[in-house]
C-alpha cells in the first residue's frame, strides 16, 4: 500500500500531511534520487497551477531537488499538459506539477512526468515513498555539487506554438466568437492568448486568480456562468478549462453542456472519417456512458474500458496502440500530440471539425443520446464503506435489478475521501432507484 500518493500524484489539503514544505522537501529529494543516473547535471522541470499554497510547494521541492544535485527549470503558472512538454523538449530528467487540478484552493498535489513526458508509473511513485521515508543524508550533494534554479523565459509562448501546431498550418478560427473559462488557474495567460493568435474573436472568462478562487464558480466543473456568458455575448462556443487546463468541457451556443464522452464521439468520428485512427476504436473509463459505446459500435468502431483515472487511460492506448482515449470529465488524450490530457489542444480539435463542417457547436457535438446515468457521492471520514457487508449486499441486489439493460460501478475516489456510486440503464427510474438505495447504506455504514 502506497503512503501518500494516489490515482493522480499526491493529494491533499495545503499544509497537512501530505501537502506540507517538510513533505515536499523530502518528495524532491526522493525524487531527484530515483531519476538521477550518472555524475552529469540532471534537470527537472517545475509548473504550478495559481493556489497560495503553490509557492510554498514550489521552494520546498526546488530545496529537495537542489540538495542532490539536480538543477531546477521554473516554469510559473502553466498547464499540467505544457509541463509533460517541456520536460521533453528540454531534455529534463524529470517533470513536477503542483496543482490539485478541479479541487479548490485548499488543496495542492504533486504530480511527476519522466523524461519521456508521460506519468509515471506505480513503481516509481512507490520507490519515491520508499526513498521519502528513509534517511536521505548521505546521498546529499557536496557544496560545489549542489543544483541551481532558474526561471525559463519564454514558456508560455513555447507552449502556445506547440497548441497552434496541432492544426493544419491553413486552419484559421476566424469567424469562431469563443467564451474561454480559464477556471482562474494554470492556463488564464495561455489559452486566451492562443485562440488570438488562432484569429477568434476570444471572450476570455476565469483569468483573474487570486491564489483563492481557482475553480470557485467557474471551470469545467461550474459551468453556469459559462453558459450565461455565451449566451450574453452570443458566442458560437463556451470552452471550459479546470485548474491544471488538463481537462475540457464545451458549450454549445444555446448554453448547453458538452462533456468528454461527446467530445470524444466527434474526434473518433472525424478522425475515422480522415484515416487518423491508428485503431479502430478509443480508450474510455468505466464511467463512460453507454451511449458513447453504442455510438462508436454503430461506426464500427470499440470502446477499450480502463478504470478511472486518465493514467490508466493513457496505460492502456500505449499498450494496445490507441491515439484518442479519454474520460467522461474532459481528459481528452490524443497521443498524437500530446502525453496526458491537455484541454486547450482537444478544445482545437473540436473547434477544427466545427470549421470543416461549416455547422453549429450544437450540430457537430451532439452525436449520441446518452443512456439515463446518475453519479452521487457519499462523504466518510475514514474506515473502508465498500468491505462492510450490507453495503455489498445491495451492489448485488443493484446489480441485480439493473441486469443487462445497464451498468453500475461503485468506488472510493483516488482524490478525495468519498464513494462514488453510478449507476446508468434504458430505464431511468430504475437507475436513480438504485443509485439512492445504495447511497442510503453506504451513507449509514460510513456514519
Same mark, same amino acid.
Given at each position: 500500500?502506497?503512503?501518500?500518493?494516489?490515482?493522480?500524484?499526491?493529494?491533499?489539503?495545503?499544509?497537512?500531511?501530505?501537502?506540507?514544505?517538510?513533505?515536499?522537501?523530502?518528495?524532491?529529494?526522493?525524487?531527484?534520487?530515483?531519476?538521477?543516473?550518472?555524475?552529469?547535471?540532471?534537470?527537472?522541470?517545475?509548473?504550478?497551477?495559481?493556489?497560495?499554497?503553490?509557492?510554498?510547494?514550489?521552494?520546498?521541492?526546488?530545496?529537495?531537488?537542489?540538495?542532490?544535485?539536480?538543477?531546477?527549470?521554473?516554469?510559473?503558472?502553466?498547464?499540467?499538459?505544457?509541463?509533460?512538454?517541456?520536460?521533453?523538449?528540454?531534455?529534463?530528467?524529470?517533470?513536477?506539477?503542483?496543482?490539485?487540478?478541479?479541487?479548490?484552493?485548499?488543496?495542492?498535489?504533486?504530480?511527476?512526468?519522466?523524461?519521456?513526458?508521460?506519468?509515471?508509473?506505480?513503481?516509481?511513485?512507490?520507490?519515491?515513498?520508499?526513498?521519502?521515508?528513509?534517511?536521505?543524508?548521505?546521498?546529499?550533494?557536496?557544496?560545489?555539487?549542489?543544483?541551481?534554479?532558474?526561471?525559463?523565459?519564454?514558456?508560455?509562448?513555447?507552449?502556445?506554438?506547440?497548441?497552434?501546431?496541432?492544426?493544419?498550418?491553413?486552419?484559421?478560427?476566424?469567424?469562431?466568437?469563443?467564451?474561454?473559462?480559464?477556471?482562474?488557474?494554470?492556463?488564464?495567460?495561455?489559452?486566451?492568448?492562443?485562440?488570438?493568435?488562432?484569429?477568434?474573436?476570444?471572450?476570455?472568462?476565469?483569468?483573474?486568480?487570486?491564489?483563492?478562487?481557482?475553480?470557485?464558480?467557474?471551470?469545467?466543473?461550474?459551468?453556469?456562468?459559462?453558459?450565461?456568458?455565451?449566451?450574453?455575448?452570443?458566442?458560437?462556443?463556451?470552452?471550459?478549462?479546470?485548474?491544471?487546463? $488538463?481537462? !475540457?468541457?464545451? #458549450?454549445?451556443? =444555446?448554453?448547453?453542456?458538452?462533456? %468528454?464522452?461527446? &467530445?470524444?464521439?466527434?474526434?473518433? /468520428?472525424?478522425?475515422?472519417?480522415?484515416?487518423?485512427?491508428?485503431?479502430?476504436?478509443?480508450?474510455?473509463?468505466?464511467?463512460?456512458?453507454?451511449?458513447?459505446?453504442?455510438?462508436?459500435?454503430?461506426?464500427?468502431?470499440?470502446?477499450?474500458?480502463?478504470?478511472?483515472?486518465?493514467?490508466?487511460?493513457?496505460?492502456?492506448?500505449?499498450?494496445?496502440?490507441?491515439?484518442?482515449?479519454?474520460?467522461?470529465?474532459?481528459?481528452?488524450?490524443?497521443?498524437?500530440?500530446?502525453?496526458?490530457?491537455?484541454?486547450?489542444?482537444?478544445?482545437?480539435?473540436?473547434?477544427?471539425?466545427?470549421?470543416?463542417?461549416?455547422?453549429?457547436?450544437?450540430?457537430?457535438?451532439?452525436?449520441? $443520446?446518452? !443512456?439515463?446515468? #446518475?453519479?452521487? =457521492?457519499?462523504?466518510?471520514?475514514? %474506515?473502508?464503506? &465498500?468491505?462492510?457487508?450490507?453495503? /455489498?449486499?445491495?451492489?448485488?441486489?443493484?446489480?441485480?435489478?439493473?441486469?443487462?439493460?445497464?451498468?453500475?460501478?461503485?468506488?472510493?475516489?483516488?482524490?478525495?475521501?468519498?464513494?462514488?456510486?453510478?449507476?446508468?440503464?434504458?430505464?431511468?427510474?430504475?437507475?436513480?432507484?438504485?443509485?439512492?438505495?445504495?447511497?442510503?447504506?453506504?451513507?449509514?455504514?460510513?456514519?
Amino acid at each position: 500500500m502506497r503512503k501518500f500518493f494516489g490515482t493522480d500524484g499526491i493529494r491533499g489539503q495545503a499544509n497537512t500531511f501530505p501537502m506540507t514544505a517538510e513533505m515536499a522537501l523530502k518528495v524532491g529529494m526522493a525524487a531527484g534520487l530515483a531519476f538521477k543516473n550518472g555524475g552529469h547535471k540532471h534537470r527537472v522541470v517545475i509548473g504550478k497551477d495559481t493556489r497560495l499554497s503553490g509557492y510554498m510547494i514550489e521552494y520546498a521541492l526546488v530545496a529537495g531537488f537542489t540538495s542532490v544535485g539536480m538543477d531546477v527549470f521554473l516554469l510559473g503558472p502553466m498547464p499540467t499538459p505544457s509541463v509533460a512538454m517541456l520536460t521533453r523538449s528540454l531534455r529534463a530528467d524529470l517533470g513536477v506539477m503542483i496543482s490539485a487540478s478541479h479541487n479548490a484552493y485548499q488543496d495542492n498535489g504533486i504530480k511527476f512526468f519522466g523524461p519521456d513526458g508521460f506519468k509515471l508509473s506505480d513503481a516509481i511513485e512507490s520507490e519515491i515513498e520508499r526513498l521519502a521515508v528513509s534517511d536521505m543524508t548521505a546521498s546529499l550533494a557536496g557544496p560545489r555539487d549542489l543544483g541551481r534554479a532558474k526561471r525559463i523565459d519564454g514558456a508560455q509562448q513555447r507552449y502556445i506554438e506547440f497548441a497552434k501546431r496541432t492544426l493544419p498550418r491553413e486552419m484559421s478560427l476566424e469567424g469562431l466568437r469563443v467564451v474561454i473559462d480559464c477556471a482562474n488557474g494554470a492556463a488564464y495567460k495561455v489559452a486566451p492568448e492562443a485562440l488570438w493568435e488562432l484569429g477568434a474573436d476570444v471572450i476570455p472568462h476565469g483569468v483573474t486568480p487570486d491564489g483563492y478562487n481557482i475553480n470557485k464558480d467557474c471551470g469545467s466543473t461550474s459551468t453556469d456562468a459559462l453558459a450565461r456568458k455565451v449566451h450574453e455575448v452570443r458566442a458560437d462556443i463556451g470552452i471550459a478549462l479546470d485548474g491544471d487546463a $488538463d481537462r !475540457v468541457i464545451i #458549450v454549445d451556443e =444555446n448554453g448547453q453542456v458538452i462533456d %468528454g464522452d461527446q &467530445l470524444m464521439a466527434v474526434v473518433a /468520428q472525424s478522425w475515422q472519417a480522415h484515416d487518423r485512427l491508428s485503431q479502430p476504436g478509443i480508450v474510455a473509463t468505466v464511467m463512460s456512458n453507454l451511449g458513447l459505446e453504442r455510438y462508436l459500435g454503430g461506426l464500427g468502431l470499440s470502446l477499450a474500458r480502463t478504470k478511472v483515472g486518465d493514467r490508466y487511460v493513457v496505460e492502456h492506448m500505449r499498450a494496445h496502440g490507441y491515439n484518442v482515449g479519454g474520460e467522461q470529465s474532459g481528459h481528452i488524450v490524443l497521443s498524437d500530440f500530446a502525453t496526458t490530457g491537455d484541454g486547450l489542444i482537444a478544445a482545437l480539435q473540436v473547434m477544427a471539425c466545427v470549421k470543416d463542417q461549416g455547422r453549429t457547436v450544437s450540430e457537430v457535438c451532439r452525436r449520441f $443520446d446518452p !443512456v439515463p446515468q #446518475v453519479l452521487k =457521492n457519499v462523504r466518510y471520514a475514514g %474506515g473502508a464503506p &465498500l468491505e462492510h457487508k450490507s453495503v /455489498q449486499e445491495a451492489i448485488k441486489d443493484g446489480e441485480n435489478r439493473l441486469g443487462n439493460s445497464g451498468r453500475l460501478v461503485i468506488r472510493a475516489s483516488g482524490t478525495e475521501p468519498l464513494i462514488r456510486v453510478m449507476a446508468e440503464g434504458d430505464d431511468a427510474a430504475l437507475v436513480h432507484q438504485v443509485v439512492n438505495d445504495i447511497v442510503d447504506v453506504v451513507a449509514k455504514s460510513a456514519a
